[in-house]
């Protein structure tokens, strides 16, 4: 009896050992690094991808993280582009030098509250904290808050961005007047997608 319950020990180790062995085989991606490896790459590069856009001050580097033939789609504004020089005439900080001014130089632009990551995707929650732009005060009187989605490439490049930002109401006010108008899909008149 106790020589069957040794066997079956035995066996149950061998059974385990297999399993797991056969599964990290398998989680391995293109890359050849281990599922929880790959997350963990993409949970880092997203975090230092949302240091830099809280940091707001490092365009160059802010731009590095992307793709040139990067999808990006604001919901909201109803935007959907496919370039990188379409997103830059879109995000555009470096037209906003005198313009766009932090509460103070060493304030985050925004604070991420949650961000999760899979081998390819992350997903970030958080709000915008108040800022100047031209001279006005935008502060948290209508939340702020956002969700981006980043999809990753093989080489953590983002190749897609879905942004989900509440808007203040004169925004929303300007998208739904703007969607009555001229119908979805078209771009607003004040982005100008030229590359002069």
């Not at 079956?8 to 062995?21: A, E």
């Not at 504004?77 to 005439?89: G, N, R, T, V």
Request: hydrophobic content about 40%; glycine content about 4%; aromatic content about 16%.
């Amino acid at each position: 009896m106790y020589r069957r319950k040794a066997l079956q020990h035995i066996y149950l180790i061998i059974t385990l050992g297999f399993c797991f062995t056969q599964n990290a085989c398998k989680s391995q991606d293109d890359n050849n690094l281990p599922t929880a490896s790959r997350e963990l790459a993409v949970e880092q590069r997203a975090t230092a991808f949302f240091e830099t856009f809280a940091a707001r001050s490092d365009w160059q580097k802010f731009c590095s993280f992307y793709r040139k033939d990067l999808i990006f789609d604001d919901i909201t504004l109803q935007i959907h582009l496919d370039s990188l020089w379409q997103f830059k005439s879109f995000y555009n900080w470096e037209s906003e030098v005198g313009n766009f001014h932090k509460m103070s130089p060493d304030q985050d632009h925004l604070s991420v509250e949650t961000l999760v990551a899979n081998d390819s995707v992350a997903v970030a929650r958080g709000h915008l904290n108040p800022f100047y732009y031209y001279d006005e005060l935008v502060d948290v009187d209508w939340g702020m808050d956002f969700t981006i989605w980043l999809y990753f490439d093989d080489a953590l490049m983002i190749r897609k961005q879905v942004d989900w930002f509440e808007y203040d109401p004169a925004v929303l006010e300007g998208v739904v007047k703007h969607y009555r108008e001229k119908g979805a899909g078209v771009l607003p008149d004040w982005l100008k997608l030229s590359r002069e």
